[in-house]
């Protein structure tokens, strides 16, 4: 089921880039993903699921929300005369479990205000994030759980 | 005209973005936190500008194909700053002399193989 | 003639097999070839008579001018028999000689060639034929010096002959090919018609000089005498019939050959009188010294051939037919002797004239072949050496003050001979017997027949020497001065001038003879005190050549990559910087008209070089492979922004791809972090750097001043949508206009991946310093992946 | 679909022969064939006789072109229909067609003495591809009539010589590997830079076009100037002095095999692409540029002699004796005369048999000595007078002396010289033989005729090294005994490469007919 | 190497990257791109997949081994020049064939197409080889 | 704009030069990468530059298309770019196992395959 | 291209551009250390992408947009790369800042 929706989006997604959304167009798409597909067959097992589109589109509309404002407060920092941040790398304690969860997470967190994502600890714990302003790690980790985190686990529950 | 204004906002605000994180780069104490500025400012502005061109070619082929590129842009850059400022961790790359916190210190195995748990 | 010429080289195939069935007696059997050629070549002697010459014409390479055209005049014919018929004996007695070795069959082979080169010598009229066949005599006795090629000896005196055969033969070739060209004609029979032409033409000197050298190497006048004395080394049938009675004469015979188109000038003269002169006197008195049989006769061999040469440069019917009838008589008693000496050694083991003594009454057929090929050589009457001496002496009694210094000289040289002739002939067979290695007993017919009857030849030769005179002599005397001679020949003239000296030579002779001992205890002081010869020059010679070349060679091969690439930058410079000087082609640079860049393109090109830049001063490597991401990426940029996509996009890929496999790479290596230059190399960098980069830019600054002709592009934009159905130019180009240039270049690609597969893949076993570090990094992988 | 009076004013209408094809076998026969033998490349068994195939098509393809050539005069084929100069044309004078020739034997032979020097890994990494390979580029390089063209397939030759180097992995391998990679890379590359600049100049790349194209151009200085960069570009890929630094110091380190094809093909290619260029594109080469043929070419005759002399490893020495063949060949474009140029051809055919031979048998010698050393090799007549047979004659042709093939080409060379007035140049080639002469004379004894190594007591005789076996030594000694009897042939019977050569020189003297032949009789020219 | 986040992204973005090849490879004869390119990204996607799953998995993946694919790319264009010898034209001429897909719509095939899918495999096989190797040396 | 470009060129080939004399192998491949990127902005200087039209003709154009960029050096230099590239992972890959085998990358230690200085043999024959 | 603000906005925003170009490339001449030099690479080719979208604009030859599509998508396998060198080199315990004397 989960290939069979990767292979659905990989034949759209060539019709996509290929501007030609004819039905000729998305079958020479979907052979080309058979063959995609066939090439990472094996990573597949991880499981991929894209059926909640409603938590998607909330979790996409956030991300864009946040990635604007990180720029802009990046922004800000960047033009400010003075570089008076106090910056650190905190720890991050997970809540999802899934590879992909986890790496959605982190991305996001990457793309979002004053954080970056370092690495995942080997028991999938503790991702380390690396701050811009690292005075209030608790306030950075309350942040991160109640949102991203917790649009990521309503996706994917 | 107003199609015309829509793409002069999002080249000038997407090239100002870019310029922006640009001179975080070349501004910010350490490898860490110039990070920041690349990944957001970076994404965001080649971001906006994909954008302008999709809405200044006004056709379908092209307007899918810009999207589809800043979807890359964002799958794609995080990744990379993941792995950078992960690698530069293990490498010892110093952080700067503001910086507060270091949790990760001391966290990697001898050889930078294994990550420990912050319990 | 064809037949004649090539037979040798035909059986010598066949040699060994036929010495496999019947051994050491095919010796008999392979002298039927020459006695036959022999036969022949007597049998044409009425013919070359009556015509003066005969012709055989075989087209070989006409498109060269080259043919095998034989041309059978007196001194061919003269040449000839002696070869065939010496060349008869030859066979036999080496058959005889080396009874029992392993090789003879090679040898035989050798020795056929070699008949049949030298008969190609004599025989061709055209000049590259001519030398065609006077190499292979060269290779030919390089293979007969050498035959005995364990010892360093035989090895050493066969190069020499090489080297010193080989430098004459060149510089003939040289010769050869200026006089064909200048005169437009390549046979000798017909350059001999031309008259004055050669002498009077402006190349008359280099030609001379470059045949003669020729002829020199070849008949070991001095100095390029010392290959000779060495070539002894060789079994003495080689001696014997080689370096005594054939194929040093061939440069007697070149000089005869060409007498009548270059001799009789002042140049000829002295330098043959000179050098012929010099030879003869040096060769006697080192032939003195000697206490080795065959070192004896080679030196008295190379006193012969001076003495000819001599003749030659005196010039004249007289002297020529001095030089004939020498050349005749020394054949016969020097192959005599020298088989004699062979003999001697097969017998008695030794060739120490010191140890010898008392063997002519072991060997007493032998004794008497020794003997009267000494009375020849001796010049006593009545063999034809006598008659020989009578007939220069005559010759030379001009007055004039060259042929009187080239008499007394000559009467020097003969008493020595003389004197010399009788110590090798008498002094091992009289007396006590020796103390010698092995019990002596009359060699086996093999071992006598060829002495005996050259040296009964040699005396027929005298008591007939009335109808030689008429017959053989005349016409190879007619035939070396291109003209009808008159050659009237006594065994008795009456007593006259050439006798009285003939009997003061004789007298002196005998007298060095009878002070033997001393006189070479002289020579030998004499020589030890000059302390120096050719033959030592020779082996100085190769030092000196073989360090020079080591030092030039090792100049320019430093075995430096960075040398390499300097030295090559540096020509680069060169060659970019000296033609556009020269040919007038700097471009003038006029800032007006120049097209300003836009200043976004100013700013893709600062950031080039800022790129550049930070390449360059770049401390560790891996900061100069990242700072090279940024010109790529400003190359990328300037292609898009000059109407290039295609190239845009390539050059980002490759770029991309080239960070991924330099990041592969540098992982597996540990390096030093600071490799950067100092001191003068960087500064000599640096100017290499600035000359070969602003040529370039010069250059193309040049070239863009041109207008470019666009018809190639006109065509492919006109036609690319319109037949190749592609809208992309560029594509269109790379797979139907040029579609064999992407096939080249994808097999370039695919080429690259075998070769990296297999330079990472196949590596020696044991490879100890690899196999340690592998350890280490695959555990690093199993982590890492 | 386009309309038709497009595609005539374009295309070439005229329905293509069969007969055209043939000038594209010898390049494509091995690169199809180098392609399957790539994908079954481990069966390691069926290599081999891909390759013999590969070859043996290219040789028959190139003879029969070759007598196309002789009745017809030069023949071209325009690839992908269009015309020249747009686009890619193969046009084959004589010159070409004898090259591929000797080029395919060449390979041929080599592939036939391989599985005595090429184990099972080396065979499973490639090296038959690799050999195909090289063969592609190089007689893609003859063929071609465009110099772009010719700039790829230098690149193909290029990079399959660098993977027959490095085949094996040895220490030595990868340290001469390293220089020949790189200076053989500038080389290509300032080709290229020269062929860009002339495309600046001109606008074209074809040669026949260049042939106009260069004469109308009044940019006479710069086009000079890169006649002389296309002179040094060569130069390096010839090894004339001075430039010829990287052969010394690679062409020993591969297996023998590798080393036969080197020094049979890959100098003669420079030399090729110098005769070329000089006969179409330059034809008068601007005056100096001919003197500065004779000068490097004489440099590089004594230079080369020095060097075998110098050396004391029989296969640097050969390296040396290669590179001094060059310079005879480059004298004659110097000269550049029919007869001279008629000598560099014929001299060409003659260092590609003899220096192949040459090598082969190092291999032999090598093997039966156990060392490259010549001061440790020795009693090679004792052991097998074959070898020492085979050996003395190809001595003999490389020092140019009767009855084998070198005698020939120098001879004309020398007249062709005096013709000219050039002294400086006879003297020159007859100082390089007779250096020649010592250097290998030398070499010659002592391996040959010397008992056993420097120190083997004089007079005896120490077998050493390994006897080889029957069979192996059969398979060495056929191809090496073919290169025996066809340069005696060429020595005995030279007439029949005379009148090749004479043809070619023709050809390149009278460039009207490759023009012609380039463009096609009779079809329509923009 | 060794990341969560990598391993988890890099297979989707290996098959974007190839899907992203093709459509390069086969729109290159009108738009920028073209065989070579196409085959750049796709040595490009190998390399990405390589790095995140190891040498073994793209080895498996592609089933094939890249240098035979190279291979197998020069046979096809070196081949794409064969039906000219059917047609009577010079090697490599381009000849083009409308291949029917039903509805009315065609296919174009062509010779240069073929020729330029060769030139991708080429670049593909041998790119990915000579990485695979390199990440494997030891 | 031209002269600036060959300015670039130049300036391109002398730091390539510059790098390929120096010791380390790993420089001289650099300098075998900026070579390449000299010789193909070269071929594209010579080729005449255009500003921003691409070779591409319009989807629906007749007619003859003027002020296009020049495509013949640009399909040149593709193939180039392609070479260089193959050639310059071999020289690289050849560096690395040169270094691996070898134990260095400077050019100055690696001198097996030549003799040290020819041996001053003794003159024998 | 007739419309007055497009012209000025492609104006501006290539100034900008260029003015990022030039100051990371001053990043990444002064480094210090790999880290920043990489990641200077990375914003070029961000910023790569945006100057390309510029250009297509400018000019109306929206073809170039797949350039930056592709870089988009693959521009950071070089960093990648890069970083794997660095990952390497730290879990070899060797010295990263090159300013130090070594
Ligand atoms: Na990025
Ligand atoms: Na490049």
New interface residues.
């Given amino acids: 089921m989960k290939i069979f929706t990767l292979h659905i989006i990989l034949s759209l997604a060539w019709a996509a880039i290929a501007g030609n959304f004819s039905i000729l167009n998305i079958s020479v798409g979907f052979v080309f993903g058979l063959l995609a597909i066939w090439l990472v067959r094996e990573q597949l097992g991880a499981g991929v699921y894209f059926r909640k589109s409603r938590k998607i589109i909330s979790l996409m509309f956030l991300f864009i929300y946040e990635l604007v404002l990180s720029t802009v407060k990046v922004a800000i920092l960047v033009i400010k005369p003075k570089l008076d941040f106090e910056p650190g790398i905190i720890a991050y304690p997970l809540a999802v479990k899934s590879d992909l969860e986890i790496t959605l997470l982190a991305n996001l967190i990457t793309l979002t205000p004053g954080t970056l994502s370092v690495d995942v600890s080997d028991d999938k714990k503790t991702l380390y994030v690396h701050a811009i302003d690292a005075t209030d790690p608790a306030g950075i980790i309350a942040d991160i759980s109640s949102g991203f985190e917790r649009k990521v686990i309503e996706v994917f529950e | 005209m107003i199609i015309e204004l829509i793409i002069a906002a999002l080249i000038v605000i997407g090239a100002a973005f870019s310029l922006i994180g640009a001179l975080g780069v070349l501004r910010f104490q350490d490898v860490y936190v110039r990070m920041h500025a690349a990944s957001k400012a970076g994404t965001l502005g080649a971001g906006l500008l994909l954008l302008g061109v999709a809405v200044a070619s006004a056709e379908l082929g092209l307007i899918t194909r810009a999207i589809a590129g800043v979807l890359f842009l964002i799958l794609t850059t995080p990744v990379s700053a993941h792995l950078l400022a992960r690698a530069s961790v293990i490498a010892g790359v110093k952080t700067c002399d503001e910086t507060v916190v270091n949790l990760i210190d001391g966290k990697y195995s001898e050889n930078g193989q294994t990550l420990d748990s912050e319990k | 003639m064809l037949l004649a010429v090539l037979s040798g080289f035909i059986l010598a195939l066949f040699a060994p097999l036929l010495k496999r069935f019947l051994g050491y007696r095919a010796g008999w059997v392979l002298a039927l070839l020459p006695a036959s050629i022999f036969v022949y070549f007597l049998g044409q002697y009425d013919q070359v008579m009556s015509q003066h010459a005969i012709f055989e014409y075989h087209p070989w ?4 001018g080259l043919n095998l055209t034989f041309y059978l005049d007196g001194i061919s014919l003269l040449f000839a028999l002696l070869i065939s018929g010496i060349g008869t004996f030859i066979m036999i007695y080496s058959g005889g000689y080396l009874k029992g070795h392993v090789h003879l069959g090679r040898f035989f082979a050798f020795m056929l060639m070699f008949m049949a080169s030298m008969l190609g010598v004599v025989l061709s009229s055209n000049l ?1 034929a001519i030398f ?1 066949f006077w ?2 005599t ?2 030919t006795s ?2 007969l010096i ?1 035959f005995d ?8 005196a ?2 020499q002959a ?2 010193v055969t ?2 004459g033969g ?2 003939m ?2 010769g050869f ?2 006089l064909g ?1 200048s005169v437009g004609n390549f046979e000798m029979a017909d350059i001999l018609s031309f008259g004055n032409v050669v002498k009077d033409s402006e190349l008359y000197i280099p030609i001379l000089i470059l045949i003669l050298l020729g002829a020199f190497t070849k008949s070991a006048q001095f100095p390029f005498h010392f290959w000779l004395p060495n070539a002894m080394e060789a079994p003495t049938p080689v001696s014997a019939f080689l370096h005594s009675a054939t194929m040093v004469k061939a440069g007697i015979y070149l000089m005869m050959r060409t007498y009548p188109i270059l001799g009789d000038t002042i140049e000829w003269s002295l330098l043959l009188g000179i050098f012929g002169g010099f030879t003869l006197l040096a060769g006697t008195f080192i032939a003195i010294r000697q206490t080795d049989l065959k070192q004896m006769l080679a030196y008295t061999t190379m006193a012969s051939l001076g003495l000819l040469t001599m003749l030659l440069g005196a010039g004249g019917e007289g002297a020529i037919e001095g030089a004939v009838l020498y050349l005749l008589a020394h054949s016969l008693f020097k192959g005599g002797l020298f088989m004699v000496a062979g003999t001697i050694y097969h017998e008695a083991g030794t060739l120490d004239i010191t140890k010898l003594g008392g063997l002519g009454r072991k060997m007493p057929i032998t004794f008497f072949a020794a003997l009267i090929a000494a009375l020849s050589m001796g010049g006593i009457i009545p063999l034809v050496g006598f008659i020989a001496k009578e007939s220069m002496y005559h010759a030379l009694l001009h007055g004039d003050p060259l042929s009187t210094i080239l008499l007394v000289v000559a009467i020097i040289g003969n008493a020595m001979m003389f004197a010399i002739g009788f110590a090798v002939a008498l002094k091992p067979m009289m007396g006590k017997l020796g103390d010698m290695p092995k019990q002596a007993h009359e060699g086996s017919i093999m071992l006598w027949l060829g002495p005996l009857t050259l040296g009964l030849c040699g005396l027929a030769a005298g008591i007939g020497i009335a109808y030689l005179g008429h017959t053989i002599v005349h016409s190879a005397v007619s035939a070396i001065g291109n003209e009808n001679a008159e050659t009237d020949l006594h065994l008795w003239g009456g007593i006259n001038a050439p006798l009285i000296l003939s009997l003061l030579t004789m007298a002196w002779g005998g007298v060095i003879f009878y002070f033997y001992d001393k006189v070479r205890a002289f020579a030998d002081r004499v020589l030890n005190w000059i302390g120096w010869g050719p033959d030592k020059g020779f ?1 100085q010679f ?2 000196l ?6 030092r ?3 100049t ?2 430093t ?4 040398t ?6 540096i ?2 410079a060169l ?2 910087w ?3 000087i ?4 700097l471009p003038d ?1 006029d800032l007006s008209t ?4 836009t ?19 770049a ?15 400003a ?41 950067a ?1 100092y001191g003068m ?1 960087a500064v ?3 100017i ?3 000359a ?3 040529g ?9 001043q ?1 207008e ?6 006109d ?50 076993k044991n ?1 100890k ?2 196999s340690q ?2 350890k280490s ?2 555990k ?2 199993e ?3 | 679909m386009a309309d038709q009076n497009l595609i005539s004013e374009a295309m070439r209408t005229t329905p293509t022969l069969l007969a055209e094809w043939k000038i594209l076998t010898p390049m494509l026969a091995p690169l199809v064939l180098a392609a399957v033998s790539l994908m079954l490349r481990q069966k390691d068994r069926w290599q081999f006789h891909i390759a013999v195939t590969a070859a043996l098509i290219a040789m028959i393809g190139s003879g029969f072109l070759l007598f196309d050539i002789i009745i017809d005069g030069p023949q071209s084929l325009v690839m992908s229909g269009w015309l020249a100069p747009f686009g890619i044309a193969f046009t084959a004078d004589s010159l070409s067609a004898i090259f591929a020739f000797v080029a395919s034997l060449v390979t041929l032979l080599i592939i036939l003495y391989s599985p005595a020097d090429v184990d099972k890994a080396a065979t499973k990494s490639g090296y038959y591809t690799l050999i195909m390979m090289l063969l592609v580029g190089v007689n893609g390089s003859f063929m071609t009539g465009d110099i772009f063209n010719l700039y790829v397939w230098f690149e193909v030759m290029l990079i399959s010589s660098f993977g027959l180097l490095i085949l094996g992995g040895k220490k030595i391998q990868l340290d001469g590997a390293v220089k020949y990679a790189f200076l053989n890379l500038l080389g290509t590359t300032f080709f290229l830079i020269a062929t860009g600049l002339l495309y600046g100049v001109t606008g074209t790349l074809n040669f026949a076009d260049l042939f106009a194209k260069v004469a109308a151009s009044e940019a006479t200085g710069t086009l000079a100037t890169l006649s002389i960069l296309f002179l040094f570009a060569f130069g390096i890929k010839a090894a004339a002095f001075p430039m010829y630094f990287w052969l010394p110091a690679a062409y020993h380190t591969p297996r023998v095999a590798v080393s036969a094809i080197f020094a049979g093909l890959l100098t003669k290619v420079g030399v090729y692409a110098l005769i070329r260029i000089f006969t179409i594109v330059f034809p008068d080469g601007n005056g100096a540029a001919f003197e500065l043929f004779g000068v490097i070419g004489g440099l590089t005759i004594i230079i080369g002699g020095l060097g075998v002399i110098a050396q004391t490893e029989l296969r640097r020495m050969l390296a040396y004796l290669l590179m001094s063949g060059v310079g005879i060949m480059m004298i004659g474009i110097s000269i550049h005369t029919q007869l001279s140029l008629m000598a560099t051809v014929q001299y060409t055919v003659h260092s590609m048999l003899m220096m192949t031979g040459l090598y082969l048998l190092s291999g032999v010698i090598g093997r039966m000595a156990g060392s490259f050393e010549i001061a440790k090799i020795g009693g090679i007549v004792m052991q097998n007078h074959f070898v020492a047979i085979a050996y003395f004659g190809l001595a003999l042709a490389a020092m140019g002396l009767p009855p084998f093939s070198g005698l020939w080409p120098k001879y004309m060379m020398l007249m062709a010289a005096f013709e000219q007035g050039y002294y400086w140049l006879i003297a020159a080639i007859l100082t390089g033989s007779l250096l020649t002469i010592i250097g290998v004379g030398r070499a010659s004894i002592q391996m040959i005729w010397r008992g056993g190594g420097v120190n083997t007591p004089d007079g005896q005789y120490e077998a050493r090294g390994k006897r080889l076996e029957g069979k192996q030594l059969r398979i060495m000694m056929l191809p090496i005994s073919i290169i025996f009897v066809l340069t005696l042939w060429l020595g005995i019977s030279p007439n029949t490469l005379i009148r090749q050569s004479d043809l070619a020189a023709y050809d390149l003297l009278n460039v009207e007919q490759y023009i012609e032949a380039t463009f096609g009789k009779g079809e329509h020219i923009e | 190497m060794n990341t969560i986040i990598l391993r988890t992204i890099a297979p989707a973005l290996t098959a974007l990257m190839i899907i992203f090849s093709l459509f390069v490879l086969l729109r290159g004869h009108n738009e920028p791109g073209g065989g070579f390119i196409g085959g750049l990204i796709a040595a490009s996607a190998m390399a990405l997949y390589g790095i995140s799953s190891g040498v073994q998995a793209v080895r498996r993946a592609l089933y094939f081994h890249p240098v035979t694919m190279g291979g197998f790319g020069v046979l096809m264009a070196a081949c794409s020049g064969i039906p000219s010898y059917i047609n009577n034209v010079p090697f490599l001429s381009g000849i083009w064939w409308k291949v029917p897909l039903g509805d009315g719509e065609y296919f174009d095939l062509s010779t240069p197409m073929i020729f330029d899918i060769g030139v991708w495999f080429v670049v593909v096989g041998a790119i990915t080889a000579i990485m695979l190797t390199l990440e494997e040396a030891d | 704009m031209e002269f600036y470009l060959t300015i670039l060129v130049g300036l391109i080939f002398a730091a390539s030069t510059y790098m390929m004399q120096s010791r380390s192998v790993i420089r001289l491949v650099l300098g075998v990468a900026l070579l390449g990127n000299a010789v193909n902005l070269l071929i594209f200087t010579v080729g005449r530059v255009t500003r921003d039209i691409p070779p591409i003709i319009p989807a629906d154009f007749h007619g003859t298309l003027t002020g296009i960029a020049n495509p013949l050096p640009q399909a040149l230099i593709l193939t180039a770019i392609v070479i260089g590239f193959a050639l310059f992972a071999f020289v690289l890959v050849l560096t690395y196992r040169a270094y691996e085998s070898l134990g260095t990358d400077n050019s100055d230690e690696m001198r097996i395959a030549e003799p040290k200085k020819t041996q001053a043999s003794k003159l024998t024959y | 291209m007739e419309n007055i603000y497009l012209d000025y906005a492609t104006l501006i925003a290539q100034i900008l551009l260029i003015i990022g170009f030039i100051l990371v490339t001053i990043r990444l001449i002064i480094g210090p250390t790999l880290s920043d030099r990489i990641l200077c690479l990375d914003m070029l080719v961000s910023l790569g992408i945006g100057f390309i979208a510029i250009f297509a604009i400018r000019t109306q030859q929206f073809a170039y947009i797949d350039v930056a599509i592709a870089l988009g998508l693959i521009g950071f396998l070089a960093t990648v790369a890069f970083a794997r060198y660095i990952l390497w080199q730290g879990q070899n315990q060797m010295q990263l800042d090159e300013k130090k004397p070594n």
């Fill in positions: 390479i006409p498109s060269l590259m065609l190499e292979l060269s290779v390089f293979l050498g090629h364990l010892r360093q000896a035989s090895r050493r066969a190069l090489l080297v080989g430098l060149l510089a070739l040289a090919v200026i060209t082996d190769l030092a050549l073989l360090w020079v070349s080591q030039i060679t090792d320019f091969q075995g430096h990559l960075k390499y690439m300097r030295n090559t930058f020509l680069l060659v970019i000296v033609p556009m020269a040919y007038d082609a640079i120049l097209t300003k860049p200043f976004y393109e100013a700013g893709i090109l600062l950031i080039a070089v800022l790129g550049l830049y930070a390449v360059l001063i401390k560790s490597r891996l900061t100069s492979i990242v700072s090279l991401g940024i010109l790529g990426f190359v990328a940029i300037l292609f898009m922004l000059f109407g290039a996509p295609d190239l845009s996009f390539t050059q980002f890929m490759v770029e991309t791809l080239t960070a991924v496999i330099l990041a592969l790479v540098m992982t597996r290596l540990k390096l030093d972090k600071n490799d230059k190399e000599v960098a640096t290499v750097a600035i070969v980069g602003s370039f830019a010069a250059l193309l600054l040049r070239v863009m041109t470019l002709d666009m018809s190639l592009s065509y492919f934009t006109k036609y690319s949508a319109a037949i190749a159905h592609g809208h992309n130019i560029v594509n269109v180009i790379l797979v139907d206009f040029r579609a064999l240039d992407t096939l080249g270049e994808i097999s370039v690609v695919m080429t690259t991946g075998v070769v990296i597969l297999a330079l990472i893949r196949l590596k020696p490879h310093h690899a570090k592998s990094k695959s690093l992988k982590s890492a992946s």
